[in-house]
């Protein structure tokens, strides 16, 4: 076992050299970073003494906290994998992810006591633990957070990293089911350290989460401002008017977002009452930033400059990084998801696996030092992704001259809306087990809010009728809100599909798509 | 063979992304990131037709130049070894480097022609290929560097990285005989990493290599301004009008000095006649910083802003860095060595092994990312220095409530003059060989120019008699220059030793440093 990359490295030297400086606000919460190295090595300490060891891996469904944060940081501290739970699926969905990652404990608060009530009552045995992080009456069938971190014993750091396994995020399947993808210490690690540099992150920055921990992204936002020292702010959710006192309050000077959100912030009434003058750089992702939000930002938040990350969970995620000096109005690199970071290589491969040329459409393959371990019990479609330490990102796009890469469609039949990723493919399986239906076919459509919304084209058996509500309800019952269709199109005319049988999906979106920038 | 972390990954990315960007300058030479690259594959190339391997270690004898970088990544790129060797050592210290790492190529330039002539005499035939660095008259015996690098062939880069070797360096050894400290890329640029956020190195800066590059200190900053993509500008040597002429000429913004060089500057003529408005920060390492200097600093360049580094060869080799904060006049802290960097680990020892509180006296030992993999060839001085994953430094220090450390003494009886590291027992055996000397002592004592001088005591066989030129002749012949005594005290009265019969020089150094901040 080598460590010489490692996660909890970070904490360690915080607690040494800023042993009194504030690391965590949450609500009236503060801790110091000698309290939360104490914090996250009292609670190990606990969960060892209730069984927990080395690779055992751990659960959470939560909104943001200063908890979430020592809920990823204590497995590590302890040898252990987190595994951080979509707070937007299913009980159905998140059972999956619970029994295929043998999660033994599983952490969560209070807007989530019913649906692990439910996760509980259908478990197949394997949580043993159920931690309940909020304050306030704790479930009798549910230990108290605070209980396990009010202990005088503390667990020695265990000194993994590298290529241990450190968390298993769950990313919607092509082939219908959730995939777990199996992410290491010195991936992650290697995927933040680029934004310390983009964002140019100092000790003396102040960071807000307001995007959800569970996902990658702001879990590399964790890593990159743990890994400078920056204090940490955290609100529950994205919601404006929190997010805009949070930074006038705290001096936040630098956030996540996707452009979703900044649209949202933007058009905030709020907007011209509060001082974000702190605010010094947005990271967004997920989508490329219009031109009009660009503009907005810069005429209402002059201070603010941003950056655009590209990944995906494979790559731990990061894998470009469009820089703060792109942004600037009229820039066609706009349109870009910019340059592969220093610890990423990126070529665009054509059908034959062949390298193509500058300029040249292909699948985006990604390698270097984030890449994942691989999908856990999937060894097939690991090798099918991950050849040779190459991700095939299932993004096809070109690359430029100066190695700026261009989306330009989504191999894989991806939508994305509100910076989810949606896969077609697990919508059209649902919506397929409708008894009315004989064919269907899900697409992405402009949405102004959501960027995409999801769209679903349907023809019925004969003689069948239906109604679009009762569909989308049909879907509801079995994944997560935002997946579901927004809109349902009933059709009677058969599909497009190729020579080679496959429905031609580029052309069922052209008419929605005329005239956007966007994918097609 | 693990490769997230690679330094050739870096050659790869910038010769991608800023391809005609300029990478490297030396006198009228200028290379591009692409032709860098180039370069560099074309030389593997060529090198890998001479039969050179995966593995195998290739030596260089050089002043500073672009070659020399070339010469550092080329090996990287072939998944070889590169061993620089020390400018000031004699051809016996070299012959000792050169047939311990099993050197099987020696670059080198017209400064060392001669003595590479006696290497070669001597050889063991291990040395299959010299490779003459400099233009024109390439000895007979050597090949022309230009005509390996023009090829048409490239080599492609071998995806090592992690724990692979990268490189040894040798460093004066305590048992009298130089140890090779085999160094890995995660280590080398783990070791770097934190001096790009020191420093804030962009890909806009400059760097200039004045300091020698054979030595681990620069190679750190070549590794962090390679990282960053700075343009690097070389210079064959540190002299202080070269040094201000390539500042102006080229707008350097950061470069490696050591507080002797910075003195010299600072108090050269030339220096109100040059514009060095584009540096912003000078990093030095080996000494602390007197507050003369830094006041001379502060009203004579009011634009740097200056980092400190400490750490040693066997750590790759930083262990702590004393910001740019950290540097205002009064700040007590600037006698310490800074705080162990993120990558670092650093505990204060007791003579039982144990850990002790802050602010008292220990052996300094530190660990983590960086740690070197071993000492060449020698088990034992590796299992004695390193253990657990932890490098005892010799160094004596205490640490205070913030983590600073502060340098007490050297339990090694090293002397530091003009920054570089001299081993009091290997200067005491060659002046023992002499057939005059009974008893000899060699400690370093207060020098304004070079920090501390090599001063040697010495009692005399009954009846000999010996001249202080003859001893420091006799050195001369044997060992490098800096490492002879400057001045010869004899003595007559034995010394003083303790009760275990060590001789204790901390009382012979006393009288030297009476008044003087420093080792005693």
């Known amino acids: 076992m080598s460590s010489r990359i490692s996660l909890t490295q970070m904490i360690e030297h915080y607690a040494l050299t800023k042993k009194y400086d504030v690391a965590t606000i949450f609500g009236d919460r503060t801790h110091n970073w000698g309290e939360l190295q104490n914090r996250i090595a009292a609670l190990a300490f606990s969960l060892q003494k209730l069984g927990l060891k080395e690779k055992d891996r751990l659960a959470v469904l939560s909104l943001n906290s200063d908890r979430y944060m020592e809920v990823y940081y204590t497995p590590w501290w302890m040898g252990a994998v987190v ?5 937007r699926w299913s009980a159905r969905e998140n059972q999956f992810a619970l029994t295929d990652s043998e999660a033994k404990v599983l952490f969560f608060e209070q807007n989530f006591i019913s649906v692990v009530e439910q996760l509980k009552a259908e478990s197949d045995g394997t949580v043993m633990h159920f931690i309940y992080m909020s304050e306030g009456d704790c479930p009798d069938w549910a230990i108290p957070y605070e209980s396990l971190v009010n202990t005088s014993g503390r667990a020695e750091r265990v000194l993994c990293g590298d290529d241990d396994m450190a968390a298993i995020l769950y990313t919607g399947g092509t082939t219908g089911h959730p995939k777990g993808v199996m992410l290491c210490h010195a991936g992650i690690w ?48 994205f919601e404006p008017n929190a997010v805009l006192q949070a930074i006038e309050k705290h001096r936040v000077s630098f956030c996540l977002l996707v452009p979703t959100m900044i649209k949202i912030l933007l058009s905030s009434p709020k907007l011209t009452a509060v001082d974000f003058s702190s605010l010094h750089t947005i990271i967004y992702g997920a989508s490329p930033m219009p031109e009009g939000v660009l503009m907005g930002l810069m005429e209402r938040m002059t201070n603010v400059e941003l950056v655009q990350a590209y990944g995906q969970t494979e790559m731990s995620p990061i894998v470009t990084l469009l820089s703060k000096v792109d942004h600037t109005i009229g820039n066609p690199r706009l349109k870009s998801a910019g340059k592969p970071t220093i610890m990423s290589r990126v070529q665009i491969v054509g059908e034959e696996g062949n390298i193509l040329p500058t300029g040249e459409v292909g699948e985006i393959h990604a390698a270097g030092a984030t890449v ?79 960027g995409e919304a999801v769209h679903a084209i349907v023809i019925l058996k004969p003689e069948q009728t239906v109604t679009e509500q009762a569909l989308i309800d049909h879907c509801k019952k079995q994944i997560a809100g935002y997946k579901c269709p927004r809109t349902i199109e009933f059709r009677t005319e058969p599909f497009p599909i190729s020579a080679a049988g496959k429905t031609l999906k580029v052309d069922m979106r052209k008419p929605y798509w005329a005239g956007e920038k966007g994918f097609i």
Chains 1, 2 share one sequence.
């Open 372 to 450: 994942m371990l691989g999908y856990l019990n999937m060894p097939e479609q690991t090798a099918k992704t991950l050849k040779d330490g190459w991700v095939a990102s299932g993004d096809a796009g070109y690359m430029d001259e100066d190695g700026y890469i261009y989306l330009v469609d989504r191999v894989k039949d991806m939508i994305i809306s509100g910076g989810e990723n949606i896969f077609s493919v697990e919508v059209e399986s649902i919506i397929s087990t409708h008894p009315s239906i004989q064919d269907v076919a899900v697409i992405g459509i402009p949405d102004d809010k959501w």
């Open 190 to 237: 290697s995927s933040s350290l680029p934004v310390t540099h983009a964002i140019e992150i100092t000790e003396s920055d102040i960071c807000l989460h307001a995007a959800p921990m569970f996902h990658v992204a702001d879990m590399s936002l964790l890593v990159a401002a743990t890994m400078m020292g920056a204090k940490q702010v955290f609100i529950p959710q």
């Open 83 to 87: 595994v951080p739970l979509n707070i």
